[in-house]
């Protein structure tokens, strides 16, 4: 499976970005991460075939949006009310099996974009 990101842009505090991850295939699991340097990688928001998402914190959860098209092995990530605290390099994982939540090891995601930078300026 390959994975690949689009979307991120520099954009003003408070403005939106659609990010876009178009894989080869539509593992069960997919999930949004995403590393500042110096900073470990942390998962944003996940999704799986089945079930509902899951996201990181109310505050994400508040303005961001993950979904999926199965039919086009997509995923996104809507972002609105950005802050500079959201920029980061964004990255698309998937994998087939094992829980589909944040609160899972990322070493569980077998397929990785290469990420696409956001940043947000104040």
């Known amino acids: 499976v390959q994975l690949q990101e689009y979307g991120g842009a520099t954009v003003q505090a408070g403005g939106s970005l659609r990010l876009t991850c178009l894989g080869s295939?539509?593992?069960?699991?997919m999930a949004w991460l995403r590393q500042i340097p110096g900073r470990e990688r942390e998962a944003v928001a996940t999704i799986h075939t089945s079930g509902g998402p899951t996201y990181s914190s109310d505050d994400i959860k508040g303005r961001f949006t993950i979904s999926r098209d199965n039919d086009r092995n997509s995923m996104y990530l809507q972002m609105n009310s950005l802050k500079p605290e959201d920029s980061a390099m964004y990255f698309c994982?998937?994998?087939?099996?094992?829980?589909?939540?944040?609160?899972?090891?990322?070493?569980?995601?077998?397929?990785w974009g290469k990420g696409t930078q956001v940043t947000v300026a104040s």
């Open positions: 295939h539509a593992p069960h699991c």
């Open positions: 994982a998937a994998k087939w099996f094992g829980r589909c939540s944040v609160n899972t090891n990322e070493e569980g995601y077998q397929y």
